[in-house]
């Protein structure tokens, strides 16, 4: 994925910054780089969403051992709420001025705080708060990785983001299914899902330990540096109110002005997300068992099936768009995402259809999710233009990522617990 290979598009990222006083950004500039910076990049994200991750996947956990708590929806409520309005808070009072290193290292601290409370306390507020608690480390965390790939003309240093949290998702259910059935072949008295979730929280701690160590070599790869130290000196300038300079820098637009000049892509990110936290997972869990899934494949059908065939779906389609991004236009996501409504019949027919085809419904359905949701991501209109506004580009796109998680799970909460569903 060299940035020679990469071709863009008209709505790909431009981030032509002419008047740029410290240096002028070049294909020398980042291609000796490149490699470093995508996998650091793609290894940083996926840490973070594997906590989020394996919340997510552990879903046999929480019906076996809180079978009435609803914690399959709760869940992703609680985390899903508060990775948006934290963002939104975050936003308003100017956090991201604060730094990069200071959100993301008490981040990834912050996680191994959870991941060891978590095994220490089994209690259903204790999982609910854990959810929370991911979701605003995961806004700490999150935004400032996508804040740094935003920092770049190019959009391949976003989708390394995208294809992180795509890579979480499909590594999670993966260890999940192997640890459950390496217990059941030796016959253990250890619980196999209780071990399971352990196991994930022992590897999330290892994981951010490591993610530390990457997140430093990161920041001081030369172009990121510059990049970065550029920026710190722009907020500075701001804070001391020496708006002439950093005019000189760049024009900075308002959040109100980079809403309205990405109001397309922020639909098409929050709508995306939106449908698919509204349908996955709880709904589809509680499907009806036809087919293989009535008898001895009961117990798989939840998870890992169901977390897969969506999470391995979601991994195809933000692999793909590096490929084909050329093909989506603005009009082309806004016609696709609203296209994805009809997913909704998977409510209805859930009960009827062969749960093949249900899954077939459901990697469909993830696939789509990670390719419109990467091609949003990785696209940016030429009106936006300087380090500052790119980045806050990122941070709005962000925030309708986590808009659409929160507003698509507090529907499907709201419909399943009132018994609509």
Request: glycine fraction near 6%.
């Amino acid at each position: 994925m060299h940035p020679e290979k990469f071709k863009e598009n008209p709505d790909l990222q431009k981030n032509d910054i002419d008047l740029n006083p410290v240096f002028i950004e070049t294909k020398v500039d980042v291609s000796e780089y490149h490699n470093g910076i995508y996998w650091r990049l793609l290894f940083l994200n996926l840490v973070v969403l594997w906590a989020y991750q394996s919340l997510i996947s552990a879903q046999n956990y929480y019906i076996k051992f809180f079978p009435n708590d609803h914690l399959d929806f709760w869940g992703t409520v609680s985390i899903g709420s508060t990775m948006f309005f934290l963002h939104i808070i975050q936003l308003y009072f100017g956090v991201y001025k604060y730094g990069f290193t200071k959100r993301v290292i008490p981040g990834f601290i912050g996680y191994i705080i959870i991941a060891i409370l978590v095994m220490i306390i089994k209690n259903k507020i204790i999982l609910i708060f854990s959810f929370a608690a991911v979701g605003a480390l995961n806004t700490i965390t999150e935004s400032p990785i996508y804040g740094i790939a935003g920092l770049f003309t190019t959009g391949s240093f976003t989708q390394a983001a995208q294809v992180g949290t795509g890579i979480a998702g499909v590594l999670n259910v993966t260890a999940n299914t192997i640890i459950r059935l390496f217990v059941l072949l030796l016959h253990s008295k250890i619980d196999q899902d209780q071990l399971s979730f352990y196991i994930f929280m022992s590897v999330l701690i290892i994981l951010c330990s490591i993610a530390i160590y990457v997140y430093y070599s990161l920041i001081h790869i030369p172009p990121v540096s510059k990049r970065m130290s550029q920026q710190m000196a722009s907020f500075r300038q701001e804070k001391l109110g020496d708006t002439v300079k950093l005019d000189l820098v760049e024009t900075k637009l308002s959040f109100w002005t980079l809403i309205k000049i990405l109001k397309t892509q922020l639909f098409v990110q929050f709508y995306v997300l939106f449908i698919s936290l509204l349908l996955w997972p709880g709904i589809p869990c509680s499907a009806s068992n036809n087919g293989w899934f009535t008898g001895q494949g009961k117990a798989w059908w939840c998870s890992p099936f169901i977390i897969a065939a969506f999470n391995l779906g979601d991994l195809i389609g933000r692999t793909l768009a590096i490929k084909v991004h050329k093909y989506f236009s603005s009009k082309t996501c806004f016609f696709s995402a609203i296209l994805r409504t009809l997913f909704i019949l998977i409510i209805f027919e859930r009960h009827q259809i062969d749960n093949i085809l249900l899954l077939g419904l459901i990697t469909l359905m993830g696939i789509t999710n990670g390719l419109l949701a990467t091609v949003t991501f990785m696209a940016r209109p030429k009106a936006i233009v300087g380090l500052d506004n790119c980045e806050r580009a990122a941070y709005l796109m962000t925030a309708a990522l986590f808009f659409g998680i929160a507003s698509g799970s507090i529907v499907a909460a709201t419909l399943t617990l009132n018994n609509f569903l």
